[in-house]
């Protein structure tokens, strides 16, 4: 049973990078299964898909953020890891690492909140 | 970009209805569509994959409908764990996009 954890600073102060990383046990980052995304959600707001990753390096980001994103991943640790850059209180949100596939859906991890501090 | 459309964006009604939920896309995403439940606090739970088949342990009076650009999610028979935010997501293309959410509450 696939599952992911996310894990980094809830708190970031602004014009800084935001750095979160999700660990997956039950699978290999490796499957060519899924691709391994970020979604955030602002408070009492909708979901906001960030960027994707595939096991081979290949990455897509939303468009409106594309200038500000990285995602990359280690396979030696399972892991993949977000970074966002030149954060604003606009990206305060709880933060989602999922698990995608265009037939399997999306699994997700429990969140965590990220707070942008002025 | 596909845009997503959810009607309606918020719907009461009683323990024991059957409720409907329509995602609409701007372009066909085959059925590569997928439906999430989601309770305050919580991340969103997969309830649908491929625009219609049920999760494992996702009860069955969930059920999805739907290809191309029109897709529905219907509760056969609406629980009291039931009452959430619904959205719809497609996975045909990056951008990957969500729909902006369905609130059910109770009557």
């Known amino acids: 049973q696939l599952q992911l954890q996310e894990s980094g600073p809830g708190l970031v102060k602004a014009s800084e990078t935001l750095s979160l990383r999700c660990t997956l046990s039950g699978d290999s980052i490796s499957s060519s299964h899924y691709y391994w995304g970020w979604i955030r959600q602002p408070p009492g707001k909708g979901l906001e898909w960030i960027g994707s990753i595939y096991y081979s390096g290949s990455t897509y980001y939303n468009p409106s953020l594309e200038s500000r994103v990285t995602i990359s991943v280690d396979t030696s640790k399972n892991q993949f890891s977000l970074n966002l850059n030149s954060v604003t209180a606009a990206d305060t949100a709880v933060y989602y690492c999922a698990g995608h596939g265009a037939l399997t859906g999306s699994l997700w991890g429990q969140g965590t909140l990220v707070t942008v501090s002025s | ?107």
Not at chain 2, 38 to 63: E, T, W
């Open chain 2, 1 to 107: 970009d596909i845009q997503l459309t959810q009607s309606p964006s918020f719907l009461s009604a009683y323990v024991g209805d059957r409720v409907t939920i329509t995602c609409r896309a701007s372009q066909a995403i085959n059925n590569y569509l997928a439906w999430y439940q989601q309770k305050p606090g919580k991340a969103p739970k997969l309830l649908i994959y491929a625009a219609s088949a049920l999760q494992s342990g996702v009860p069955s009076r969930f059920s999805g409908s739907g290809s191309g650009t029109e897709f529905t999610l219907t509760i056969g028979s609406l629980q009291p764990e039931d009452f959430a935010t619904y959205y719809c997501q497609q996975l045909n293309v990056f951008p990957v996009t969500f729909g902006p959410g369905t609130k059910v509450d109770i009557k």
